[in-house]
Structure formats: structure tokens, C-alpha cells
């Protein structure tokens, strides 16, 4: 098992040193001059140009300034923002209980939904509930997110006037933003209406997000439970008698949930990748937002220190799911 | 034992045999037919639109489609906030979407197909500088990844398919060195060898052919990952830029009239979702048809 976690975590070291390196190298080969861009429409003189490139290090050879980022990123610095002067790290940092907060509500809203969804279809294997399920996990998996949380806009905001189209709370709403999340911090914040309205403004963001999750997790609770069903165990199961649920929600779903919580660990990439548009659509101040607003204004170290701590975290969260998987399946430790 | 053989039934021609299983799959083969409509409208755009797909009509400016009150004829699905004919330029758009799933499938497919062949061959330390730089590619969440990637090269629909090209390839690399490692091992590979066939003609044509399968349905998933992630750049800004009909572009132009103006907004993403449900229902049906394991003889 160490060397099992060794050598999982040895492979871990070049690849963090080469997503800095992708991350350092984007960032010189991106169109225009940092600090032209810097200075914006007033233009600079060639002193203070010289000047601004020597305190930002731009003048020193490329593999010197790479060190220094490489070395202030293990030290947690990863440069400060063009725009707000603000140090990356704490930029991020303000704006990841947000995508934290509705990521984990689209996963929850996944898993309750697509879990139970894929036990029916299964253990109704051609019927017709297994083919209506089915099809529209099938639906919702090919789902332009995009598109879908305009047309969720359209009827729950435009028509039905429910939810709100943008945002984390009502401006009437004042309080500390103590955790950073908001369901949190309203409810602790004892104004009455704000969970509500917390609630509400989260409510089609989580539904977006969490359409291809639930999707992918409804097909493969599906197919990893036609797998265990077709064992011999639940064969004996049968025989002794036991009641349906017994068998399907206790002996197998038990047995499919090996490969199912794989794809949920797994998963997080593509939560991270839902979040650019969904935030962007429903103006949720997380990352994915500033990210995309970053790029847009040509916010260099953002987009730079961005990339890598988003890289970083899904690498983290894999290598966990990889350990994790050889704790419960010693099979695949001996590959 | 002639007599015998020839008596014998004939082995179907492996198109029979694939189509015997594919058909199988009823959602499979209505996807086929929507796929190949797409196709048509691709191939034809410019034939079966009614007007140019840029041509402004001033005039009418978002009409409703032709069954909602104050809709005509004239523009069936109706018209954009600039008078544009939405039926002329969802067509027009159907040639975009198949030129991008295209050119990434194959961009994407060839280069991922060669890495992968040489890292199954290659030395170990070759392979495994190859894969962890396949490792690092698949740390970025692809959409991320290829949105930095045209803000570097600059926002377009060529870009956009270069960034998406480069973002999908790890998995054809992983995917064809692991089916290249296990074939290897097998006897066939073997005796080629013994019998003194060249490194490319191992790589080539004794193992890449029975590699084959995976890869193929591989290319149908990516066909539809590239054109949903095609629209979702041009929905950002960072795709096809407008005037350019591309579904995604139409999106995003079409925003700040969802609650005014709903086809302009439900038709382009109608469309994605179409095209893209009808290749994903394909791409099961190629993996049922072209596993082994599932087919049942």
C-alpha cells in the first residue's frame, strides 16, 4: 500500500511542476504587453517603463523569472492582480467559498437525483421506465448548459417570476460575510427572509451545474448496478428469499457504488468547467466568473495564478479518488 | 472437407456484421438519420436556406415564428433583433457545428492516435514523459483550458477549434496506448515480429487496426464534445465572432432578449441540443456494436 502511495504521489511532482510551467509560459505568450496593458490608455515613458519591467521582473532571462514564480508559488505567493492590486491567493480565496458553496449544492442535488435514478432503470432493465430515464439522462448529458440556464431563466424568472436571475442574495440584505457561504452566513446572520432569499438565488445555478453531473451518475449507477446484478451473489441473495429492496438497495447498490463514487471524485473537473458558464450566466461572483472576466480584461496574474490553483485542486481531488479507490479495491494497487 | 467448407454459411463482411448489431439500437439508428440530416443541411446550407443568412430586414425586425400571432410565412422561426431570417441562419449555422466537429475529430484523433501508437511502443521513459505530459493537459478543466488558449491566440472560430483540438487529444493518446499495450502482448503481434516485420509496419498495420474500435467511438463522443464546447466559447465571446451564424454566437447575441423574444434564444440552443443528442445516441450505439464483450452471438 506505501509503495502504492508513493508512487501515486511521485508522478504527482512533474505534473505540478508542468502545470506551473503551462500556467508561467500562457501568460508570456499572451498578445500585448503586460505592462502596456498595465498602464492603459495614458500611455508610459520609456524610464518608467524600464522602471515598472525591473519591479516586476520582466527584464531578467526567462528561466530566472520562472524559478522565482515556481519558488513564490510554493510559498503560497502568486503575484497580485492588475486590476485590484490584490494579491491572487486572496483574491481566490474571497471567491472560492462561492463556487465551493454551489458546486457542492449541484453535487447534492445530483446524487439524490441521479442515484435513485439509475437503481430504478436498472432493476427495470427494459422497461419502460428504464428507457424513459434513460433517455433523458441521455438528454441531459448532451445539454448545452449555457442554453439550458436561459431557458430556466425564461420560465422560472421571466414567466413565472420565482427566482431571481442574478446574484447570491437581495441587495436588502446586509451582513458580515463571515464563511463565505452564504447559506450559511444568512441564516447565522438571524435576518429574517435572508436564507429565503439565499436559497432562491441559488436555486437555478445548483439545477445548471448539476444537470451533467446527474446525468453521468444516473448512467453509470445504471450500468454499474446491471454488472453487480448479474452476480452470483445476489443470485444466493434471490434464492434465500429476500425482499427486492433488500436485495437491490442493500446487497447491490452497496457493490455499484465502487465506480459511482469514482465518477463523482472524478467529476470535479467538470464542475469547475460548468462553473465558467454558469457563473458568468447567473453573475455569481465565484471563480469561474472571475476567471473569464480576468481573461477579458487582460488581467495577467489572475488568469496565471488562476489556472494553476484550479489545475492543482482537480489534481489534488484525483490523486485522492486514485488512493482512495486502491484503500477499497486492492486489484488495482498491484498494476 | 471441401464440400464442407464450401457448405458452410458465409461469414457476413464485417459492414454487415456491424450493421446487424448497430440497427439493433433503435435510438442509435434515429440518431443516424438526424446526423445525417445535419449533414444535408451542412452540405446545402447555402441551397435550402430561404434568404442570406446576414441579409437585414429592417422591417421586421423580432417577428415571432410563423404560428405565434404577428408571425408570416415569410420567416418561419421568425427573426432576430436585427431582422435576420432565424431559420436561413440555423442552417447556415449546421454548416459551422459539422465543420468544427470535423476538423477537431480529425486534428484531434490523428495527432492523439500517433502519440499514443509511439508511447506504446516507445522506450518506458519515453512513455512516461509523454503521459505525464497527457497528465498535465488533463489537470486543466478542458472548457478552462481552451478558453485561456484563445485569449492567447486570439478570439475566432479557427482558434476555438485549435484550442478544443489540443484539449480533447490526451484521451485519444490514453486511449490508444492502452488498447496498443494490451494488444502487444498478443500472439499475432508476436509472430509478426518473429517473422520480421519493421517497427511502423508493427505500429501501423499489425496492431493499430485492432485498436481501432475504442477510438471510433472515442470520435463520435468527441464530434459532439467539440461542437457543444465550440458553442460554449462563441457563447462567451471567444468563438465565432458575430455576424457569423455559429449556434453559440447566436446565443450570445440573443441574451438580452430571453424575456422579450424567445425564439431567438430557444432555437440556436434547440438546434445544439439536437445535434449533439443525435451523435451521443450514435456514439452508444458504435460501442455496442463494436464490443466485442457486449455482443451476443
Known amino acids: 500500500m506505501l509503495k502504492y502511495l508513493a508512487a501515486r504521489l511521485l508522478t504527482f511532482v512533474p505534473t505540478f511542476v508542468g502545470v506551473t510551467l503551462i500556467s508561467f509560459a500562457f501568460i508570456r505568450v499572451l498578445p500585448g504587453d503586460p505592462i502596456i496593458v498595465m498602464a492603459g490608455e495614458r500611455g508610459l515613458?520609456?524610464?518608467?517603463?524600464?522602471?515598472?519591467?525591473?519591479?516586476?521582473?520582466?527584464?531578467?532571462?526567462?528561466?530566472?523569472?520562472?524559478?522565482?514564480?515556481?519558488?513564490?508559488?510554493?510559498?503560497?505567493?502568486?503575484?497580485?492582480?492588475?486590476?485590484?492590486?490584490?494579491?491572487?491567493?486572496?483574491?481566490?480565496?474571497?471567491?472560492?467559498?462561492a463556487t465551493l458553496e454551489l458546486s457542492i449544492c449541484a453535487m447534492i442535488f445530483a446524487v439524490v437525483l441521479g442515484l435513485p435514478a439509475g437503481v430504478i432503470a436498472a432493476v427495470n432493465r427494459g422497461k419502460f421506465f428504464d428507457r424513459a430515464l434513460m433517455s433523458t439522462a441521455l438528454v441531459g448529458y448532451s445539454m448545452p448548459i449555457f442554453w439550458w440556464a436561459l431557458l430556466l431563466i425564461i420560465v422560472f424568472s421571466g414567466n413565472l417570476q420565482w427566482t431571481?436571475?442574478?446574484?447570491?442574495?437581495?441587495?436588502?440584505?446586509?451582513?458580515?460575510?463571515?464563511?463565505?457561504?452564504?447559506?450559511?452566513?444568512?441564516?447565522?446572520?438571524?435576518?429574517?427572509?435572508?436564507?429565503?432569499?439565499?436559497?432562491?438565488?441559488?436555486l437555478l445555478p445548483t439545477i445548471v451545474l448539476g444537470t451533467i453531473p446527474l446525468a453521468v451518475i444516473a448512467r453509470q449507477t445504471r450500468s454499474a448496478m446491471l454488472e453487480v446484478l448479474g452476480e452470483d451473489y445476489i443470485r444466493t441473495a434471490r434464492a434465500k428469499g429476500l425482499p427486492p429492496f433488500r436485495i437491490n438497495g442493500i446487497h447491490a447498490l452497496r457493490n455499484a457504488l465502487i465506480p459511482v463514487i469514482t465518477v463523482i471524485g472524478l467529476s470535479v473537473g467538470t464542475l469547475l468547467a460548468g462553473a465558467i458558464l454558469t457563473e458568468t450566466i447567473f453573475?455569481?461572483?465565484?471563480?469561474?466568473?472571475?476567471?473569464?472576466?480576468s481573461i477579458f480584461r487582460r488581467d495577467y496574474p489572475v488568469v496565471q495564478g488562476g489556472l494553476l490553483l484550479i489545475a492543482v485542486m482537480v489534481m489534488v481531488v484525483n490523486l485522492t479518488v486514485d488512493v482512495l479507490y486502491g484503500v477499497i479495491n486492492p486489484k488495482i494497487r498491484k498494476r | 472437407m471441401t464440400q464442407a467448407a464450401t457448405n458452410a454459411p458465409e461469414r457476413p463482411g464485417r459492414l454487415s456484421e456491424f450493421w446487424f448489431y448497430f440497427r439493433e439500437n433503435r435510438g442509435a439508428v434515429i440518431g443516424l438519420y438526424v446526423f445525417i440530416a445535419f449533414a444535408i443541411f451542412a452540405a446545402f446550407g447555402p441551397i435550402l436556406a430561404p434568404y442570406d443568412p446576414t441579409e437585414q430586414f429592417r422591417q421586421n425586425t423580432l417577428q415571432p415564428p410563423v404560428w405565434q400571432e404577428g408571425g408570416s410565412w415569410a420567416f418561419v422561426l421568425g427573426t432576430d433583433p436585427l431582422g435576420r431570417d432565424m431559420l436561413s441562419r440555423l442552417i447556415e449555422g449546421a454548416r459551422y457545428s459539422f465543420f468544427v466537429g470535423i476538423v477537431v475529430v480529425t486534428i484531434a484523433a490523428s495527432g492523439g492516435i500517433l502519440v499514443g501508437l509511439i508511447s506504446g511502443f516507445a522506450p518506458r521513459w519515453l512513455d512516461a514523459i509523454i503521459m505525464r505530459?497527457?497528465?498535465?493537459?488533463?489537470?486543466?478543466?478542458?472548457?478552462?483550458?481552451?478558453?485561456?488558449?484563445v485569449a492567447i491566440l486570439g478570439p475566432s472560430l479557427t482558434n476555438a477549434m485549435i484550442a478544443i483540438a489540443i484539449v480533447l487529444q490526451p484521451h485519444y493518446v490514453r486511449l490508444t496506448r492502452a488498447s496498443v499495450l494490451s494488444e502487444r502482448q498478443k500472439d499475432y503481434v508476436t509472430a509478426a515480429k518473429v517473422v520480421g516485420a519493421g517497427r511502423l509496419r508493427l505500429m501501423f498495420i499489425t496492431v493499430l487496426p485492432n485498436c481501432l474500435a475504442p477510438i471510433i467511438v472515442q470520435g463520435a463522443l468527441s464530434f459532439s464534445t467539440a461542437i457543444l464546447d465550440a458553442a460554449a466559447l462563441g457563447f462567451l465571446g471567444m468563438g465565432a465572432q458575430p455576424p457569423t451564424p455559429e449556434w453559440g454566437t447566436m446565443l450570445a447575441e440573443a441574451r438580452e432578449f430571453i424575456l422579450r423574444a424567445w425564439w431567438v434564444v430557444t432555437f440556436p440552443g434547440l438546434a445544439i441540443l439536437v445535434t449533439v443528442l443525435a451523435i451521443n445516441l450514435m456514439g452508444d450505439g458504435l460501442r455496442d456494436a463494436l464490443d466485442p464483450k457486449l455482443k451476443r452471438s
Do not use: C
Not at chain 1, 446586509?174 to 441559488?202: C, E, I, W
Open chain 1, 45 to 97: 515613458t520609456e524610464e518608467r517603463y524600464a522602471e515598472l519591467s525591473a519591479q516586476f521582473g520582466f527584464d531578467r532571462p526567462i528561466h530566472i523569472q520562472f524559478w522565482e514564480y515556481f519558488t513564490g508559488v510554493l510559498q503560497g505567493d502568486l503575484g497580485q492582480s492588475f486590476v485590484t492590486k490584490r494579491p491572487v491567493w486572496d483574491e481566490f480565496f474571497t471567491l472560492f467559498p
Open chain 1, 164 to 202: 431571481p436571475v442574478s446574484g447570491r442574495i437581495d441587495l436588502l440584505y446586509y451582513f458580515p460575510n463571515a464563511s463565505g457561504f452564504m447559506l450559511y452566513d444568512a441564516l447565522a446572520s438571524g435576518q429574517s427572509g435572508a436564507f429565503k432569499s439565499a436559497v432562491r438565488h441559488l
Open chain 1, 283 to 293: 453573475s455569481w461572483p465565484g471563480i469561474g466568473k472571475w476567471m473569464v472576466d
Open chain 2, 133 to 149: 505530459i497527457m497528465d498535465i493537459i488533463l489537470a486543466f478543466p478542458s472548457l478552462l483550458l481552451a478558453l485561456v488558449l
